[in-house]
């Protein structure tokens, strides 16, 4: 009897410590969710298209679409392009607190908001690039569109960045999804600008040949300059922007389905111990008051801005300045298309040398570019030489930022074990200071070329509006430039900090599998 009770002791004992089989299955399926297969990370960086195509669209054309075609007056399209990007960024801190006060649904928290906002998106978009034919509308038409696309937009671009937090818990697969990612977006720029530019460029952008005396308010007083022939192609044009934006509406909904069908939303481990939701001020306490990330938004936004400029003022540069009228848009083809194909570039270098000498090589790089382009004469091979060497340093722009702000959101984990489940809001807060600083070099170019004195529709500017592109796509940018590599000298997370960070994060995910492990053996036995 005796040896009964010892040999059942001995079993239950054995039982407690031998794994059961549902404890092994669990801990496979803990450790085999952080794995991505090359199938999903592309769908997912697919999803990241949309925001590239239309904005790059946005940020090339939509300046020169409102003084050139809309025939806009500089001040007021000074004030729509400003007013929008403003909107645009109060709007994301704002839905990221709605994302990150939603509720989980079997498609996953980020996915219902990329969902439902595609099609009212694609509708505001197509309706930017229609002309009312009511000329006291027009202001209120696009500000209305503008606003409400960027908003939408917002609602499909800001969970599509906390994302990156939720398909993956491995920094390295997390790391190679965004270079999935980046990629992909850089193709979309290229995409934008291909169709933008090749539709729009088929129609010959009408001008009006003026004297240097004449200016902006005297062609307003003299609309029988060339009347009947620029009407019929200013027609033209605004019938091809119409196009362009039909073609890259579809684009966006083919993306956003091929995202919604094939990646799968992981519930990750923060929302089990998500804090209570925060106020508005509370969340821009909680993020810029984390040290690494609020220096790695500053450099980020100075170095940002930079681009904006050159990338909002490149088309009127090129066809003004350099007198590559009809050129330009093929300038603008060749700096993508080389920002595409230095991606894998310069993913491969941050993991070699280490991301934040990557900052500094990629962002240093596109300085003596911006030199040449000034100071050397005009030259179209020499411009497009330049463009393409240009696109090296916007590849290193594009993927950097996005590589490097999972690094951050891992070390407030680590220091802040206690509040989990805010990544929504430091994507957001991130889209907010970029998107505003986007705003800001908007509306700061179009106004400085209404001082300047620009001709609505001419053919030549006068030299001070020749004189103040330059400073846009060249002495200002590379001033901003210099101010965010020296916010990044202090930036703390090198590469033995980020690997230390993560072998913490993976600790605390091995000690939460083995009480997820125990916890089932014990419900078993």
């Not at 299955?25 to 803990?30: E, G, I, S």
């Not at 009511?134 to 906390?162: M, R």
């Not at 020749?466 to 590469?495: C, H, M, Q, R």
Request: with cysteine; aromatic share 12%; charged share 15%.
């Amino acid at each position: 009897m005796a040896r009964g009770e010892g040999a059942e002791q001995y079993s239950n004992t054995s039982l407690l410590q031998k794994p059961s089989p549902d404890g092994i299955k669990l801990a496979a399926k803990r450790e085999s969710r952080g794995r991505l297969s090359v199938c999903s990370k592309l769908c997912y960086a697919i999803g990241g298209a949309p925001y590239q195509i239309t904005g790059c669209a946005i940020g090339f054309f939509l300046q020169i679409y409102l003084l050139d075609v809309a025939l806009l007056d500089p001040f007021y399209a000074s004030i729509i392009l400003f007013v929008g990007r403003a909107w645009d960024a109060i709007t994301d801190p704002t839905v990221g607190f709605l994302v990150s006060r939603s509720p989980w649904t079997r498609f996953g928290r980020m996915m219902p908001w990329i969902v439902l906002s595609t099609p009212f998106a694609v509708l505001c978009y197509f309706l930017i690039w229609y002309v009312p034919s009511v000329d006291q509308g027009k202001i209120v038409w696009y500000l209305i569109f503008y606003c409400s696309f960027q908003t939408l937009q917002t609602c499909f671009h800001v969970p599509y960045s906390a994302l990156t937090m939720f398909i993956s818990t491995e920094q390295k697969e997390r790391d190679s999804a965004t270079a999935y990612r980046m990629t992909v977006e850089v193709l979309g720029t290229l995409i934008g600008t291909a169709v933008q530019g090749q539709i729009v460029g088929m129609a010959n952008a009408p001008c009006i040949s003026t004297g240097k005396d004449l200016n902006s308010t005297d062609l307003q007083g003299a609309p029988e300059v060339n009347i009947t022939e620029p009407h019929v192609s200013l027609e033209h044009l605004r019938n091809a922007y119409m196009i362009a934006s039909g073609v890259i509406c579809s684009i966006y909904v083919v993306c956003a389905m091929v995202l919604f069908l094939g990646v799968k939303e992981q519930k990750a481990d923060s929302y089990e111990v998500l804090t209570e939701p925060m106020s508005f001020f509370q969340g821009i306490r909680m993020v810029m008051g984390h040290g690494p990330y609020a220096k790695l938004v500053m450099g980020f936004l100075f170095t940002s801005l930079a681009f904006m400029f050159l990338e909002g003022n490149f088309a009127l540069f090129c066809s003004y300045t350099l007198g590559f009228r009809n050129d330009f848009q093929n300038i603008l083809l060749v700096i993508m298309l080389s920002a595409t194909l230095a991606i894998p570039f310069w993913q491969w270098f941050l993991t070699k040398f280490g991301k934040k000498t990557a900052v500094y090589i990629g962002t240093t790089s596109v300085v003596p570019f911006l030199v040449s382009v000034v100071f050397v004469p005009s030259n179209l091979i020499v411009t497009y030489v330049v463009s393409f060497a240009a696109g090296v340093s916007v590849a290193a722009a594009f993927l950097l930022p996005w590589s490097m702000l999972p690094d951050a959101v891992d070390d407030f984990k680590v220091q802040n074990p206690e509040s989990q489940g805010h990544e929504a809001i430091f994507y957001s807060f991130y889209v907010f200071f970029t998107k505003f600083a986007s705003g800001v070099s908007l509306g700061v170019s179009t106004l400085s070329l209404d001082f300047a004195g620009y001709v609505t529709r001419g053919c030549t500017q006068p030299a001070e509006v020749d004189l103040t592109l330059k400073i846009l796509v060249s002495a200002a940018p590379i001033v901003l430039i210099i101010i965010g590599l020296l916010i990044f000298i202090s930036y703390p997370i090198n590469e033995e900090k980020r690997q230390g960070n993560r072998k913490i994060l993976n600790e605390q995910r091995e000690n939460e599998i083995d009480s997820e492990t125990d916890s089932t053996e014990l419900n078993v036995v």
